[in-house]
């Protein structure tokens, strides 16, 4: 676990991570396929059966795309966007992908406080 504030926006941040798949997860997918063939040899199933052990290796592909798809999502920050995996690649798309945010946020605010909706707000303010 990490805990750590964002370089933009200050906010603090608390992210689990780890480079590579858990061991257990592979002992998951061990476990399966061990599983599914012995299955399939004790119901009649010929020799080929053992060639499903190939699908270890898609299996481990795809689950460790997840795993990075997750650490990516994790590491982005919810507040202004800022994602370190972008600045690395590109700083200056980080850098709009930040702005558009924060730009975001300012005009949703000027539009929650615009002086157009001050009879709304203070009808707000009584209830
Ligand atoms: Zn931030």
Redesign the pocket.
């Known amino acids: 676990m990490a805990h750590y504030l964002?370089p933009?926006?200050r906010?603090p941040r608390k992210v689990h991570l780890q480079d590579r798949l858990p061991l257990i997860t592979h002992a998951r997918i061990a476990t399966s396929l061990v599983g599914l063939i012995g299955a399939l040899l004790l119901g009649g199933a010929g020799p080929w059966a053992l060639r499903l052990a190939t699908l270890y290796l898609p299996i481990w592909a795809v689950l460790e795309f997840a795993h990075w798809a997750e650490q990516k999502a994790q590491t982005k920050?919810r507040?202004?966007d800022?994602d370190p995996f972008l600045y690395q690649k590109d700083w200056r798309a980080a850098r709009v992908a930040v702005e558009l945010r924060l730009n975001g946020i300012k005009s949703e605010m000027l539009a929650k406080n615009s002086p157009a909706r001050a009879p709304e707000i203070a009808a707000e303010a009584v209830h």
Do not use: A, G, K
Request: net charge neutral; hydrophobic share 25%.
């Open positions: 964002c933009v926006c906010s920050c507040t202004c800022f």
